[in-house]
């Protein structure tokens, strides 16, 4: 099992803190694990506190009247789940789900906000990680309304080669299901997506690993929003 400091260390929460900083907020963190497919917390449920990844990954997610699921974002080690409702002082506005078996650390609110009063450093963390989860809902907003889904699908695959640091060779983490919940779309229409993209010779696939072969035109595809006819 990782320890705590090192994990603490490693998030886009706390990384770069100071040492004695990291130390008092490794005092307020609470182990916990979560199995396969075990909720986290449900929508609707009183923001408590947040958690941040150790190991694993978590599925955040809406239920849709007609009972549809859509996927809000995948999180995985080093981020975090809930801070925004938690800082808000309101409710969680989502679901969280175990994606596969994970060690979390929670962090309850009222110690945090007691902890972090004085830390201006810790503050502006923070305040950066709150705006980027803006920028994330902005992107994700804009690709569902606005680019057909082989556009959405060039975005996550760029995405993707950004996030693993590889230029041409990534890794799908979740499965296809998911991707496609991800991507406001069902199976059958990714499947085509998919299929289109190796027919034109942007990508390769085998198995959960994809290659990108012409990353020029999958960027094209990603900022114009449509298929190429």
Known sequence: MKKARDILLKSRLFGGLPEEHTAEIEKIAVNKYF????IIFYDGDEGVGFYLVAAGSVSVYKISPEGKEQILHIVK???TIGAVPVFSGKS???NARAISKSHLLFFDRKKFIQLIKNKPSLTMNIL??????LREFTIQVENLS?????SRLAAYLLYLSQEQGSKDLIKLN???VQLANLLGTGPE?????????KSKNLIEEKGANIRLINRGMLEKLSENGKDFR
Request: cysteine-free; proline content about 6%.
């Open 189 to 197: 229409s990714l499947s085509r997506a998919l299929g289109n993209m």
């Open 35 to 38: 199995n396969k497919g075990e």
């Open 92 to 94: 969680f506005p989502a």
């Open 174 to 176: 979740i499965s296809k």
């Open 146 to 150: 606005l680019k057909e889904i082989p």
């Open 128 to 133: 950066a990680l709150l705006s980027m989860r």
């Open 77 to 79: 080690e080093g981020d």
